[in-house]
C-alpha cells in the first residue's frame, strides 16, 4: 500500500528577524523566500517562546514552555542550568520516527553538547547528553563546537574545494570593546561558507530520500544569520550602509525602562556603536540573510528535480530574533522586544494551502510539534503547551484559537533573571522581576519607546493583561506563578 502522507523539509534559520521577508519590510533581497510567501502561506503573529537558542529549540522539538522542559538557557554555557535535554522527555521526532517516517537532520542541535558529524556529543564524554540520533534523527553531519570551531567533515570539505579555513583581515572595528566579532567580509568563497556546506548536505539527504519510498521529515539548521555576520563577496557590499536608515527603535532613551536595559548596551560592549557603525553591521546582516536565501533556493531547486515538490511541506522558520542596533542593543538579551521575538514563519503545502495567504492568528514556534504530528499522522503528544496549527493551513480558524501570547525568559550567561510577557495585537505587558514593569501601546508606539507602567490611563489595560499573564502561568504551571505580584486583590498571590 502505497504512503499518501505528505513528506515535511524544515528550514530553521539562527536568529533571523521577521521583518526581512516581509512585503512592507526593508529592501532585504529574499526572492526564495518571498516565492515560499507566493506559493504558501505567511504568517504575521508568530513569537518564539524564548529568545534563546537552546531553550527555543527544546520547545520546538517538546511543544512546552522553558519552564516545562527545564532548558533555561543555553547548554553550552557553563552556568547551564540543564545541559541537555533529557532523553525521557517526548519530542515530536520521536512520534514520527515511531510513525514510519525517515528522519534527517543537518547542521547546529543546540540542545545539548554539539554532536560532531557522527552525530555523537563533541567530546565523546558521558555528559554530553543524548545526540539526535536518540530521538528519532538521522544526523548527517554540519554541526560546530557553538560557534567557534568546525567539525571534522566541514574541515575535510573545506579542503578538498581548495579552501582550508581562511584569516580574514579584521581590525577593532569588525569587535565590540568586549572582544566580540560582530561582522566581516571573508576572504573564502561562497561554496566554502557553512551555510553552502549545509544546503549540500541537504540536498544530499534530498537525493537520498528521492530513493526511498516513505515519507520522510528532514530539518536543515542554518548557523546564521546569526552574529558573527562573516560573508564573502558578493554578499559582503550587497547593501550600502549609507543608504540603511536608522531604526525607529534606535531613538531609544532608556528612560523609564528596567536599567537592564541600559546595563546591556555596556554589557554588550557596544555603548560606544554610532549609527554610522550600526548602518554597517546592518549591511553584512542584511548579506547573510541573502545568502541563506540563495542556499534555500538550491535545496527547494532539489526537490523539484527529484519529483518531491509536490509531496513535500516546506516550512521556514527561526529560533528567534536579533538586535542589530535596535534600541541601541546588540545580540539578544532580557529585553522582551519585537525585534528579538517575533520571528518568520512560512509554509507551503500542495494541495492544501492556498497559494499566496497570510495568516494573523497568533501562533507560537511550540505550535510546530503538534503541527508535525498532525500531518504525519502520529500519536500526539500529551500535557503540552502548544496546539497544532494545521486548521489555519487549511484555511479555518477556530473559535477558540488563542488571542495572545506568553513568552518568558531566564537569563543568559551571567546566572537567572526572571521575565514574562504577554502580548496581544494592542498592548504587551511584561513582568521583571527584579526591576519594574512594562506596559507599551503597539498601535500608538509600534517602536516600545515609552513604557506606559505608571500611567494612569493604562490602568484598565494594565489590570487586563496582568489577569492574561495570571492565568496563562496558572495553566502552564509556571514555577514562578507564586512570587509574581499584581496590582489587584483578586489574583494576589497567596
Known amino acids: 500500500m502505497v504512503d499518501s502522507r505528505p513528506n515535511v523539509l524544515l528550514l530553521l534559520t539562527d536568529q533571523e528577524r521577521y521583518e526581512c521577508t516581509t512585503p512592507d519590510g526593508p529592501p532585504v533581497d529574499t526572492p526564495t523566500f518571498d516565492r515560499l510567501s507566493a506559493e504558501g502561506m505567511r504568517f504575521e503573529r508568530t513569537f518564539t517562546p524564548i529568545s534563546i537558542c537552546t531553550s527555543a529549540r527544546a520547545s520546538l522539538l517538546t511543544g512546552l514552555y522553558p519552564h516545562n522542559h527545564g532548558m533555561l538557557n543555553n547548554s553550552h554555557e557553563a552556568d547551564a542550568i540543564r545541559d541537555h535535554l533529557p532523553a525521557d522527555l517526548p519530542t515530536f521526532s520521536e512520534r514520527l520516527d515511531d510513525a514510519g517516517y525517515d528522519l534527517t537532520y543537518v547542521g547546529k542541535w543546540h540542545v545539548g553538547k554539539t554532536p560532531n558529524e557522527d552525530g555523537e556529543g563533541q567530546s565523546g564524554n558521558d555528559d554530553d547528553g543524548p545526540p539526535p540520533e536518540d530521538f528519532g534523527f538521522k544526523y548527517l553531519g554540519g554541526s560546530d563546537v557553538h560557534h567557534d570551531d568546525i567539525d571534522t567533515r566541514f574541515g575535510e570539505y573545506r579542503k578538498e574545494i581548495g579552501e582550508p579555513i581562511a584569516d580574514e583581515d579584521l581590525t577593532d572595528e569588525n569587535y565590540t570593546s568586549t572582544g566580540m566579532l560582530v561582522a566581516a567580509e ?75 536595559h541600559e546595563q546591556y548596551v555596556r554589557y554588550r560592549g557596544v555603548e560606544d556603536f554610532d549609527w554610522e557603525t550600526w548602518a554597517e553591521k546592518i549591511a553584512k546582516y542584511w548579506g547573510f540573510v541573502t545568502m541563506i536565501d540563495d542556499q534555500v533556493r538550491r535545496i527547494l531547486e532539489a526537490l523539484e528535480e527529484h519529483g518531491l515538490a509536490e509531496d513535500t511541506v516546506v516550512v521556514h522558520a527561526s529560533d528567534h530574533g536579533n538586535f542589530v542596533g535596535n534600541h541601541r542593543q546588540f545580540n539578544k538579551g532580557p529585553l522582551m522586544y519585537d525585534e528579538t521575538y517575533h520571528v518568520p514563519l512560512q509554509v507551503r503545502w500542495p494541495g492544501i494551502t492556498e497559494e499566496g495567504t497570510t495568516c494573523d492568528a497568533p501562533v507560537l514556534l511550540q505550535d510546530l510539534a503538534p503541527t508535525f504530528l498532525e500531518i504525519g499522522e502520529a500519536e500526539p503528544l500529551d500535557d503540552i503547551d502548544a496546539r497544532s496549527f494545521v486548521p489555519l493551513l487549511e484555511g479555518e480558524r477556530p473559535d477558540d484559537w488563542r488571542d495572545s501570547i506568553y513568552a518568558e525568559y531566564h537569563g543568559d550567561e551571567f546566572g537567572l533573571y526572571s521575565q514574562r510577557m504577554v502580548r496581544t495585537d494592542e498592548y504587551k505587558y511584561v513582568y521583571n522581576g527584579p526591576d519594574r514593569n512594562e506596559l507599551y501601546d503597539l498601535e500608538a508606539d509600534p517602536a516600545e519607546l515609552q513604557n506606559l507602567i505608571d500611567h494612569p490611563g493604562y490602568a484598565e489595560v494594565q489590570r487586563d493583561l496582568e489577569e492574561r499573564l495570571v492565568a496563562w502561568m496558572d495553566e502552564t504551571d509556571d514555577s514562578i506563578r507564586k512570587w509574581v505580584p499584581t496590582t489587584f486583590d483578586d489574583a494576589s498571590t497567596e
Do not use: C, N, Q
Open 186 to 260: 571573508t576572504s573564502a568563497s561562497v561554496e566554502a561558507t557553512r551555510a553552502y556546506f549545509l544546503a549540500e548536505l541537504t540536498i544530499e539527504a534530498i537525493e537520498r530520500h528521492a530513493e526511498d519510498d516513505g515519507p520522510f521529515f528532514h530539518r536543515t539548521d542554518f548557523y546564521g544569520p546569526h552574529h558573527p555576520y562573516v560573508v564573502p563577496e558578493p554578499y559582503a557590499s550587497m547593501y550600502d550602509p549609507d543608504e540603511i536608515e536608522p531604526w525607529d527603535t534606535y531613538a531609544e532613551t532608556f528612560e523609564g525602562k528596567p536599567a537592564v
